[in-house]
């Protein structure tokens, strides 16, 4: 093994050694002697080899294998995991727990009927919990979505019984996470904050209205150490799993979300900064470790750590948020969970003397902003029609809060994601505007603050005269697979904002657009007095720096309103003609006197 893989072996020898281990492998009784292999080398090659050889013939001839054969094996190999673990490195011991799975993914539990009771009993044992929730995370990935190789009727089988241990389960990891965040809670020797503080009161608003959630979330954070933050960390990919695949029932009580909360708090913790680790898979998401739960690589310190705790926890809120089928009894539980997240939601766009709030996003983890800005668009897309009526949840409150977040956003792919979770929730309103016209007033004086706010806000984005630097850095040269530059694609999805606005706020719109239009259009067709003619030459006589920087600035500008102008001719038409017909004429007479005077054309100079 260590000969295939040194870099001096040809092709022509490896190609021979492969063929050695491959009739190796189809020995009848190979297995033993990888069984001694693994118990008695270190060689990392030689021990992934054995399990290659365990793992082909668990998944494609275990049903010739020899009863007592597999007896052994079933024993064995679980006995060796045990022995081992902590010597072996991570990959190899996440290999064997695979091997042991796919034996139970096989067996159980007619022939391997302590195959799940194994994994619990190592859940609940000091030392061995964090070996348990890689055997459970491991089960959960490979028997609750197997693969083709197996019939319905097993797959079915197996569902089922892994249903059958959710409460159970569940109820373990709840414990876990409960005793892990009470035994490191500082609470026990740092007062809370006062209750008159600025921060609590800022903080609950009228999400709460004095709730124990509130209470709950307040209470300080807790100061876990590495290994107690590595054991959390893999009960919250485990419940990440889980809750990809099981239904929403009672079984995830309020108590479990309550703890979920309390380490999603930690994304929200400007110390724990950190940036994903490129050495954890699709198919190990734990970072590698020695076996004991402490850490092997140097990105996966405390610090990172804890930022990966609030990544984790914000992934098993978004699994469940991603359900679109809530029963009735779960109903209570998706508003309690609402309630806690904007909670979150506040605490980052919580602006105070030390941090802005666009500073505090940009001093968060990436992958934390990216999970929360995906909780925000699973609610809006999915949860919205449920929740929006609800006298418990301050809707109004929520889209003040959501403007902060958006218009804070550290980059501009953040940004893009919070325009498209405006996009969303404007189809929604437009939809149930629509489905309840004799309430149309109504429902539209409940909004109008936020999307006039909201309209002002885009329409600045787009200005260079009030976003100059930003919007340079922006590429309007490259194409993408759409074939739009960078900057192309930030001027359309602000208007399309801009024109779903437009759909419920008509007149609005065109009051706030058109004067910016107008400005613009003025400093155009004002350029007339400044042309210097020599001979057949044209020439722009402006030279002051920031007389150049303006006009420059005004251009730009000018060329995306007329945009806008473009993308919301459609609501000038059709069965709104005459009702908007001046104020269309408005536009159209500015237009034609600026198409009149084309005198920035070839023939002149700009002298700036």
């Not at 708090?265 to 198919?283: E, N, Q, V, Y």
């Not at 929730?425 to 909004?447: G, M």
């Not at 993308?567 to 408005?586: H, M, P, T």
């Given at each position: ?16 050694i492969?063929?050695?281990?491959n009739?190796f492998a189809?020995?009848t ?5 990888c ?12 021990m ?20 007592q054969?597999k ?11 045990l ?5 072996m ?5 996440n ?11 096989q067996d159980?539990p ?6 799940f009771?194994?994994t ?16 459970l ?6 028997l609750?979505c197997p693969?083709?190789?197996l019939?319905?009727?097993r ?12 409460p ?16 490191h809670?500082?609470?026990?020797t740092?007062p809370?904050p ?14 709460f ?23 959390c960390?893999?009960?919250l990919?485990?419940?990440a799993?889980?809750?990809?695949w ?5 079984s ?11 380490f999603a708090?930690f994304?929200c913790?400007?110390?724990?900064k ?5 050495f954890i898979?699709?198919?190990n998401?734990?970072?590698p ?10 990105s996966?310190?405390s ?11 914000m992934?098993?809120v ?7 089928c ?5 109903e209570e ?11 979150l939601?506040q605490?980052?766009t919580?602006?105070?003397?030390a ?11 990436e992958?934390?902003l990216?999970k929360?800005?995906d ?8 949860h919205?029609?449920r ?18 977040y958006?218009?804070?956003?550290p ?9 498209d979770?405006?996009a ?9 505007i629509?489905?309840?016209l ?9 909004y ?16 260079f005269?009030?976003?100059q630097?930003?919007?340079?850095e ?11 530059t ?15 606005v437009m ?11 058109f004067?910016i ?7 155009y ?7 210097i003619?020599?001979?057949?030459v044209r020439r722009l ?9 303006r ?8 060329s ?9 001719a459609e ?6 003609f ?11 007479e500015?237009l ?17």
């Amino acid at each position: 093994m260590t000969e295939f893989f040194h870099s001096c072996t040809t092709n022509e020898r490896k190609r021979e050694i492969e063929e050695l281990l491959n009739n190796f492998a189809q020995q009848t009784g190979a297995w033993r002697h990888c069984l001694f292999f693994l118990s008695n080398t270190r060689n990392e090659y030689v021990m992934m080899y054995s399990l290659t050889v365990f793992e082909n013939l668990v998944n494609k001839q275990w049903l010739g294998v020899a009863s007592q054969d597999k007896m052994e094996i079933r024993n064995c190999l679980p006995k060796l995991l045990l022995a081992q673990h902590k010597v072996m490195p991570y990959f190899i011991r996440n290999k064997l727990c695979k091997v042991i799975v796919d034996i139970g993914r096989q067996d159980w539990p007619m022939f391997y009927h302590d195959f799940f009771a194994n994994t619990l009993q190592l859940i609940q044992s000091p030392g061995l919990a964090s070996l348990g929730l890689v055997l459970l995370k491991t089960t959960s990935e490979e028997l609750a979505c197997p693969r083709e190789d197996l019939s319905v009727a097993r797959r079915d089988e197996l569902r089922k019984l892994l249903l059958e241990q959710v409460p159970t389960v569940l109820g373990l990891l709840t414990g876990i996470l409960e005793t892990y965040w009470d035994k490191h809670n500082v609470m026990a020797t740092t007062p809370p904050p006062s209750p008159t503080s600025g921060e609590n009161v800022e903080l609950l608003g009228s999400l709460f209205q004095g709730s124990q959630y509130s209470k709950l979330l307040c209470q300080p954070m807790a100061e876990l150490d590495q290994d107690s933050q590595q054991l959390c960390c893999l009960v919250l990919e485990c419940l990440a799993h889980l809750f990809s695949w099981i239904p929403l029932s009672s079984s995830i009580t309020p108590t479990l979300l309550a703890s979920i909360f309390h380490f999603a708090r930690f994304g929200c913790d400007l110390r724990t900064k950190a940036k994903p680790d490129p050495f954890i898979s699709s198919s190990n998401r734990e970072p590698p470790s020695n076996g004991d739960g402490r850490s092997l690589h140097p990105s996966a310190d405390s610090k990172q750590d804890r930022a990966r705790l609030g990544v984790l926890a914000m992934t098993c809120v978004n699994e469940l948020v991603s359900k679109n089928c809530v029963p009735l009894d779960f109903e209570e539980y998706l508003l309690r969970m609402f309630q806690q997240t904007f909670f979150l939601l506040q605490r980052l766009t919580r602006e105070n003397n030390a941090h802005t709030i666009k500073g505090r996003l940009q001093e968060l983890d990436e992958c934390y902003l990216e999970k929360f800005t995906d909780f925000l668009r699973l609610f809006v897309s999915v949860h919205l029609r449920r929740i929006e009526s609800s006298p418990q949840f301050p809707i109004v409150e929520f889209l003040a809060l959501l403007f902060k977040y958006t218009f804070n956003q550290p980059n501009h792919e953040g940004y893009f994601a919070c325009l498209d979770i405006w996009a969303v929730f404007l189809d929604f309103l437009t939809t149930k505007i629509k489905s309840r016209l004799a309430d149309r007033e109504n429902v539209l004086n409940r909004y109008k603050n936020a999307l006039g706010l909201l309209l002002r806000e885009v329409l600045n984005r787009i200005q260079f005269r009030y976003n100059q630097a930003q919007l340079e850095e922006l590429d309007d040269e490259t194409l993408d697979d759409d074939q739009q530059t960078e900057w192309q694609r930030y001027l359309r999805q602000s208007l399309e904002v801009v024109a779903k606005v437009m759909e419920l706020l008509p007149s609005h719109v065109f009051t706030t657009l058109f004067p910016i239009l107008q400005e613009n259009l003025d400093v155009y067709l004002g350029l007339q007095q400044f042309i210097i003619t020599t001979g057949t030459v044209r020439r722009l006589n402006i030279s002051a720096e920031n007389d150049c920087r303006r006009l420059h600035c005004s251009l730009r500008d000018l060329s995306s309103l007329l945009q806008a102008v473009g993308r919301l001719a459609e609501y000038f038409i059709g069965d709104v003609f005459a009702a908007r017909f001046n104020d269309a004429l408005a536009v159209v007479e500015r237009l034609v006197v600026c198409w009149s005077r084309p005198f920035l054309g070839k023939s002149v100079v700009l002298s700036c």
